[in-house]
């Protein structure tokens, strides 16, 4: 069974970058057709999907956010990487690893809060 631990600094200040890790277990991150995904919920909203990547290493990302927005991923370590530049206040959200497989969204991190404040 595949688990997604997600981890990154918690606190940022304005115009720094970011960056978060999902450490996958259980299973491999190569697997074709799965994508390894950052989703995001800031307080008081939805969700919102950032940006995924997958077995190929081929990103793709959120066209309102994709300038900002760099996702990578680590065969060795089987982690995937969100940075996120030039950060805001509106970036504050608990921010989700999540595996898109078969086109269902099946699993889940247990998220991680990202504060951006000065």
């Known amino acids: 069974q595949v688990q997604l631990q997600e981890s990154g600094p918690g606190l940022g200040e304005p115009s720094q970058t970011l960056s978060l890790t999902c450490t996958v277990s259980?299973?491999?991150?190569?697997?074709?057709?799965?994508?390894w995904n950052w989703i995001r919920q800031p307080p008081g909203k939805g969700l919102e999907w950032r940006g995924g990547?997958?077995?190929?290493?081929?990103?793709d990302y959120n066209s309102t956010l994709k300038s900002r927005t760099i996702i990578s991923r680590d065969t060795s370590t089987t982690q995937v990487s969100l940075h996120l530049n030039s950060v805001t206040p509106e970036d504050t959200a608990i921010y989700y690893c999540v595996r898109m497989k078969l086109w269902s969204w099946d699993s889940w991190g247990q998220g991680t809060q990202v504060t951006v404040s000065s």
């Open positions: 990547i997958n077995h190929a290493a081929k990103p």
């Open positions: 259980g299973e491999s991150i190569l697997t074709t057709n799965d994508w």
